[in-house]
């Protein structure tokens, strides 16, 4: 069982160049959410998704899309990276989301992060 | 979501128990406080959660204030890995998605 694989591990953009980072889960989570982690910083929600086919906006979308085709991936795109978008990116699933009424309560299982840079 | 506060660093010798505090003075009723702490370089782990009650599972233990307005963190018999960044986040039955990290108790676990 791997949990949440994020791949790439490491990667280096120029200014302008496009990506995509690939997030899978096999725990058959119906969330997944994308987060950003700055130094100094604690993480911050870029996107996420509460089921196949869906996605929603968090807190710092601008600059990002997102994709989930099917329940375990979840695909975070850079159209065009900039040295802002340096950062560590980790992803995250969870059998229901924290605001379901009878379980609001499941915990986020977190990837081991991608760490990208633009220069 | 209620705002916490926890100290920045607090330090710990090996095989003693770990106490790691935080304040949730402004929590209301359906609000979990959640545990996760973040070893150097990897992703965010889950430790535990709890509502009202006092909570232990295999890795701590969570006491909340009969006004849970605070609540401590646990590790027993702490361990050189244990040394990691412990993050107390509230986070309300029904809210958003967003779970707000803020900047945790960097724990340093000494031999």
């Known amino acids: 069982n791997a949990g949440v694989t994020q791949t790439p591990k490491f990667r280096v953009l120029k200014t302008g160049q496009s990506m995509t980072l690939l997030c899978a889960q096999d725990m058959n989570h119906e969330y997944m959410y994308w987060y950003r982690q700055d130094p100094g910083m604690g993480l911050r929600l870029i996107h996420y998704?509460?089921?196949?086919?869906?996605?929603a906006k968090g807190e710092v979308p601008d600059g990002y899309n997102v994709s989930r085709l099917k329940k375990q991936n979840f695909l975070l795109g850079l159209e065009s990276a900039a040295p802002s978008q340096t950062s560590v990116y980790f992803c995250?699933?969870?059998?229901?989301?924290?605001?379901?009424?009878?379980?609001?309560?499941?915990?986020?299982?977190f990837g081991d992060g991608t760490r990208l840079s633009i220069l | 979501d209620a705002k916490t506060t926890q100290p920045p660093s607090m330090d710990c010798a090996e095989g003693r128990a770990a106490n790691l505090p935080c304040n949730h003075s402004?929590?209301?009723?359906?609000?979990?406080v959640y545990w996760y702490r973040q070893i150097h370089s990897q992703g965010p782990q889950y430790i535990i959660h709890?509502?009202?009650n006092n909570e232990t599972n295999e890795m701590a233990s969570l006491i909340i204030t009969e006004d849970r307005k605070s609540s401590t963190l646990i590790l027993p018999h702490a361990t050189l890995r244990d040394t990691a960044v412990y993050y107390c986040i509230v986070k309300a039955q029904g809210g958003s998605e967003k779970l707000v990290f803020g900047k945790g108790t960097k724990l340093t676990v000494n031999p």
């Open positions: 998704s509460v089921g196949e086919g869906t996605t």
């Open positions: 402004t929590i209301s009723g359906n609000e979990y």
């Open positions: 995250a699933s969870s059998p229901q989301g924290q605001g379901d009424t009878n379980r609001g309560n499941q915990p986020q299982h």
């Open positions: 709890g509502l009202k």
